[in-house]
Nanobody, 117 residues
Framework: QVQLVESGGGLVQPGGSLRLSCAASGFTFSSYAMSWYRQAPGKERELVAR????????NYADSVKGRFTMARSNAKNTVYLQMNSLKPEDTAVYYCDARATASLDYWGHGTQVTVSS
């Protein structure tokens, strides 16, 4: 069955770094655009970054541009989110999303990122 498993979250001090991973299985990973979303308490889920199926193009929310980098390995069926210069406002549950069409859209269960001193 389809699985998206996020890992790498945790507690980090402001200014620190974390690297999230999302391991995919059960579908043709290389045919799917991949995204990272996040949801903070009391707020709506927001798009953080997206990468095309081939990895040739990425785009980022303005709030993370220059600090976060998204990458993928189609050989390993995995996407990554390198997060640098973390701020308290980056605190959220981070979700991985795989999308080929509106009806082929899968979500992971999320990983908690907490930025606090």
């Amino acid at each position: 069955q389809v699985q998206l498993v996020e890992s790498g979250g945790g507690l980090v001090q402001p200014g620190g770094s974390l690297r999230l991973s999302c391991a995919a299985s059960g579908f043709t990973f290389s045919s799917y655009a991949m995204s990272w979303y996040r949801q903070a308490p009391g707020k709506e889920r927001e798009l953080v970054a997206r990468i095309t199926s081939t990895g040739s193009s990425t785009n980022y929310a303005d709030s993370v541009k220059g600090r976060f980098t998204m990458a993928r390995s189609n050989a390993k069926n995995t996407v990554y989110l390198q997060m640098n210069s973390l701020k308290p406002e980056d605190t959220a549950v981070y979700y991985c999303d795989a999308r080929a069409t509106a009806s082929l859209d899968y979500w992971g269960h999320g990983t908690q990122v907490t930025v606090s001193s």
